[in-house]
């Protein structure tokens, strides 16, 4: 054959025959020839089996690759380290008992259990301290499962409710939360602090007093608090500026602490079942005194009269009742209980007494002698408030998941289990004091009564000093952890770069310590210390950290509601409802509890919120109700127009192209259903159909055919919009319509497109047109779908059970990982079993592949079958030859015929008759276009073009005289290519890589109800014989399989492991 054979009218470009077949080159056919044995040489390193996928191998990974390099990722922002230390060796991972459920016992259990848990009791009774004590603990439980969901829906590195709030519901809600969450956890360490000196001063050194006799004057006391506060927290200060890892170590002592010292209490409640003798209180008639000698406990000692008889007169009360000395610990056995049912909240400067009469509460003299007084009004939800400090410190394991040997397991069940130990114990405890303890000596605050000693001290085994001790130093030690773990969090806040006057304290010092966070911190935490007393510190951060839980049941809630496709927990046993009922929860006790703190921390939430969200930005009210809606429209795109949306917010927006037939029907109906079942992501959809012909003379055609699409569209129950474009060029139209369509942040991301069943009949335009369409796609950075055998489709209306089966082949950024969840969140798909299948190399370690694939899956919450298939057969079968073979033959012969477009068509189905009867399957007749049957018989009747056509390009119709004339030379030609052409390498290895597979796919997915599959990129080269061979090699590669998704991934990723 001579190259300079007629040509064809719409290819200009010529044929290049292999180098092996002996015909004459041109010098423009040399060059052309070197380029191509240059791409083989590159390409040679390239697995014989892949290398139909070459050119994608070249930018994106392999998968084996891909996960490897994943495996063994680092997820963790660097918690507090000593600066100075040495480098350690790399610490084992944890489990979920020392990961998770000792931190958070150790931050759960703090100073109030101590000092004010028996006080709660006493004052709300065992009924009401019962309910208090569950409402707390059903907040933190209802919180702990929202939380559990957004820490399982993927890593969750360091920073916990404020990292995962931020990255769950935006930089707002997020920096908000993270100031509320850090001015919790200061004031928290303000509270221990207040805490441990009250321990040391009320308890165990009150000599150390420098404003006096503190029993006597309340302000006394809150000013030893004070100073003596400040002392501890500059000592403090010091001792996390200069020694965190003193820090990190004490908090294994603080932790043996807390423990040790509810052991001890538990012992000695049982110890003391029948009650002791140590604790002795005076009381006068039903009021209890303090300050008296219990030697001088009756009503005719002189020590008594001289209070009580100033003058020679006696004070009526004294007078009229009698002085009586009553056991403290009575013990379970004593049925003490029945007398502690019931509340006693007082107000402020009432006696505390046995009953309500108002003779023994109230204080009409004027005078309190030495009988103790209440010093704050109590309620139901002041005590809540009070409480509640001491169910917080849930957060402490998902702040240590990046040491967590297995993360998404560890925090839902160490955590949870945390929270039903710790609320096992505080609600026993409420009824083990109840039952142990007189009410007066429940009510006595600061044990004034029984000579400044601590209740729950002296219940303990074997004495008080283990209590004393152990809960001055747990005290210390969370005082530590606050002011330690509190800076770090305003420098993630201020780094963020979210809170722009934070700006200063996102910067470490030389030896990598947060050190201007600190100074802010210990100014704020002066400031509560000022307050100077644990009930009005407890009530101000228990605001706060009900803001920050409420706000993580807010994004449990509105993660489930929206349904994002980056929303696949792990922790299954979570549900939008309870994360409302948490979040009512949280706001119901903020205002029951102190309607003016809660006022607080909703106007720093609120003044955070709007100054983050409006920083820099324009405010626009228009006119009326649509005025602002429009105007809030108008923001809304403004804002989704910034940037491209982070990888969890990716969702498909879909843009259909869809063929009509010559009635202005659209072709294929089931590629809307397809689109709805996909819509589980809450996408857009916008359903576009291109009508070749002029604007100007067919607008009531398009008109018409909109109108059809609307309404297949609403049978489908597609949610979205619709359009049609007239075009003088198919492809030109379709080009346009990619490019331009959508409007800001709401442009289409993916495409899906019919495959051209008619290709090989219809000739180049049909399939220029489609690789056309495929390469104005990956210019665009769009995702691609084209759906295989789309009439064997299910309904959206029916169900189906099997297998859908995923053939990952390169990674292109995850897209065939995220397709399948969104298909199973539909009810047609929702039964299927995931099986993913991917292709090791000949390098590979199939077995280490497979087990990184698995981690893989696990952390990206997706539950599948893996299976690696080995493909080590790298020989090319002499099939493979003659298929490639018969493709360039065709090729070839249609250059040297030398075909007009109008003869191109059924030349090429000649051709196709002669080489491919023999090889044809069944699946091809159901892979065939169901209307060609239709449309050739059309075309024999009538010559014309039609006006409306989608990828497939223009059919054409020719007559059948044409064919009968060219079917000698067809055989003429065919004759003398057998004879002297070899098939080129380059398709040999391509076509090896399509029949390979092939077999594989078939073998292990024939059955399945969906193939889903990598599409080759299209060949670089715009040439006729390139484009065709690789829509054989589709074909090929496709054979035998009923239902196939072939997908090619935008470049971007689209799904992630990480919260």
């Known amino acids: 054959m001579q190259n300079n054979s007629a040509k064809d009218d719409s290819d200009e470009m010529e044929i290049i025959p292999s180098e092996h077949n002996g015909t004459s080159h041109d ?198 608090f004070r100073v003596y506060g400040t002392l501890l927290l500059i000592f403090m200060g010091l001792i996390v500026f200069v020694g965190v890892k003193f820090v990190n170590k004490f908090a294994t002592v603080a932790l043996a602490c807390v423990i040790l010292s509810i052991i001890a209490v538990y012992v000695g409640i049982f110890d003391n079942i029948h009650g002791n003798d140590k604790l002795q209180m005076c009381v006068l008639g039903k009021r209890l005194l303090k300050d008296i000698p219990i030697a001088n406990c009756t009503k005719e000692d002189s020590f008594m009269r001289d209070i009580y008889c100033p003058g020679g007169k006696c004070e009526e009360y004294f007078l009229a009742n009698n002085v009586t000395q009553v056991q403290g610990i009575k013990g379970l056995a004593s049925g003490v209980f029945y007398d502690n049912i019931f509340p006693s909240f007082l107000e402020k400067g009432q006696f505390i007494a046995y009953g309500k009469n108002a003779v023994d509460i109230e204080n009409t003299s004027g005078q309190s002698y030495n009988q103790i007084m209440a010093d704050i009004t109590t309620s139901f939800t002041l005590l809540i408030g009070i409480f509640f400090p001491s169910v917080t410190g849930i957060m402490a394991g998902s702040n240590r998941s990046g040491d967590l040997a297995d993360a998404q397991k560890s925090i839902p069940i160490g955590t949870i289990c945390a929270i039903l130990t710790t609320s096992t114990v505080y609600l026993s405890s409420v009824l083990f004091f109840a039952g142990t303890v007189d009410n007066l000596l429940l009510r006595d605050k600061f044990g004034q009564s029984i000579g400044g000693k601590l209740v729950v001290a002296n219940i303990a085994w074997p004495n008080q000093w283990v209590i004393l001790i152990g809960s001055f130093l747990s005290t210390l030690g969370a005082g530590l952890q606050s002011l330690t773990g509190a800076p770090r969090l305003l ?104 309607w003016y703190f809660a006022l607080i921390a909703m106007g720093m939430a609120i003044v955070i919120y709007k100054y983050i969200e409006y920083r820099g930005a324009e405010k626009e009210w228009g006119d009326g109700i649509r005025g602002m809606a429009l105007t809030a429209a108008r923001y809304s795109l403004l804002r989704l127009e910034e940037g491209p949306p982070h990888t969890k917010n990716w969702r498909p927006q879909i843009l259909v192209l869809s063929k009509l037939n010559d009635n202005l029907l659209p072709k294929y109906r089931k590629i809307f259903s397809f689109a709805t079942q996909l819509k589980a992501g809450k996408g857009l959809t916008i359903c576009v159909s291109v009508i070749k012909g002029d604007h100007t003379k067919i607008t009531n055609k398009a008109v018409d055919a909109k109108a059809t699409l609307r309404k297949y569209m609403t049978d489908e129950k597609v949610k979205g919009f619709c359009d049609v474009l007239v075009a003088q060029q198919i492809g030109e139209g379709l080009s346009s319509v990619i490019q331009t369509i959508g409007l800001g942040g709401m442009k289409p991301n993916t495409v899906i497109i019919g495959w051209p069943y008619s290709w090989r009949q219809e000739g180049r335009n049909s399939w220029k047109t489609f690789i056309q369409t495929v390469r104005t796609v990956a210019a665009c950075h769009m995702a691609l779908m084209v759906p295989k055998g789309i009439n064997f489709y299910p309904e959206s209306n029916h169900k189906i059970g099997g297998n859908i089966d995923i053939w990952w082949i390169v990674h292109d950024g995850g897209l065939l990982m995220l397709l399948p969840f969104l298909l199973k969140q539909h009810r047609t798909w929702r039964n299927c079993k995931l099986r993913i299948f991917t292709v090791a190399q000949i390098e590979d370690n199939s077995i280490q592949m497979k087990k990184d694939l698995k981690t893989f899956l696990y952390h990206l919450r997706i539950e599948a079958d893996v299976e690696v298939v080995e493909m080590n057969n790298s020989d090319i079968s002499a099939y493979t030859y003659e298929r490639t073979l018969m493709m360039e033959q065709r090729n070839q012969m249609l250059r040297a015929l030398g075909l007009n477009k109008k003869e191109n068509s059924k030349v090429v189905q000649t051709i ?66 057998k004879s002297s052409v070899k098939p080129d390498e380059f398709n040999v290895r391509r076509m090896h890589t399509a029949i390979k597979l092939n077999e594989v796919i078939v073998e292990k997915s024939q059955d399945a109800q969906l193939v889903i599959m990598n599409l080759p990129g299209p060949p670089r080269e715009v040439r006729a014989e390139r484009e065709s061979n690789y829509m054989e090699f589709l074909e090929v590669l496709t054979e035998g399989l009923e239902k196939v998704l072939m997908v090619r991934g935008g470049g971007r990723e689209v799904i992630t492991i990480y919260s």
Not at 75 to 86: C, G, L, M, Q, S
Request: charged share 15%.
């Open 27 to 224: 010098p423009k056919n040399e060059d052309s020839g070197d380029i191509h044995r240059a791409e083989e040489n590159q390409k040679s390193n390239i697995d014989p089996n892949l290398y139909l996928y070459d050119d994608d191998l070249e930018t994106r990974p392999h998968i084996s690759t891909f996960i490897s390099s994943i495996a063994n990722y680092e997820n963790t922002i660097p918690a507090a380290t000593d600066p100075d230390a040495k480098p350690a060796a790399p610490s084992a991972r944890m489990g979920t008992l020392i990961g998770v459920f000792l931190p958070c016992i150790q931050n759960i259990f703090g100073v109030i259990l101590f000092i004010r848990l028996t006080w709660v009791v006493g004052t709300a009774g065992a009924v009401c301290g019962f309910l208090i004590v569950l409402t707390c603990c059903c907040v933190t439980m209802l919180t702990a499962i929202s939380m559990s969901a957004i820490a399982t829906n993927g890593v969750v590195p360091a920073g916990g409710s404020y990292f995962m709030i931020s990255r769950s519901l935006g930089p707002e809600f997020g920096g908000a939360v993270g100031m509320l969450f850090y001015t919790g956890t200061t004031l928290a360490a303000a509270m221990y602090i207040v805490g441990a000196v009250e321990i040391v001063l009320t308890y165990m050194a009150p000599w150390a007093s420098i404003f006096g006799d503190f029993t006597k004057d309340a302000d006394a006391m809150y000013n030893n």
């Open 912 to 977: 196709v008759d002669h080489h491919y009867d023999a090889t044809k399957t069944a699946s091809k007749v159901r892979f065939a276009d169901p209307t060609i049957e239709e449309i050739q018989h059309h075309d024999s009747q009538n010559d014309e073009k039609r006006n409306s056509i989608d990828l497939d390009g223009p059919e054409n119709a020719d007559t059948p005289e044409t064919t009968s004339n060219k079917d000698e030379s067809t055989e003429k030609a065919d004759g003398d290519f």
């Open 491 to 594: 420098q993630a806040i201020a780094r963020d770069e979210i809170i722009p006057f934070l700006a200063p304290f996102a910067k470490s010092s030389s030896r990598g310590e947060p050190t201007r966070a600190l100074l802010l911190t210990i100014v704020i935490c002066q400031c509560g210390i000022l307050l100077g007393n644990v009930d009005l510190l407890a009530p101000l951060l228990s605001m706060f950290f009900l803001m920050c839980y409420g706000f993580v049941n807010l994004a449990c809630a509105v993660q489930t509601l929206l349904r994002t496709p980056n929303w696949r927990p792990r922790f299954k046993f979570y549900h939008w409802s309870l994360s409302l009922i948490g979040l009512t929860l949280c706001i119901s006790v903020m205002i029951m509890t102190s």
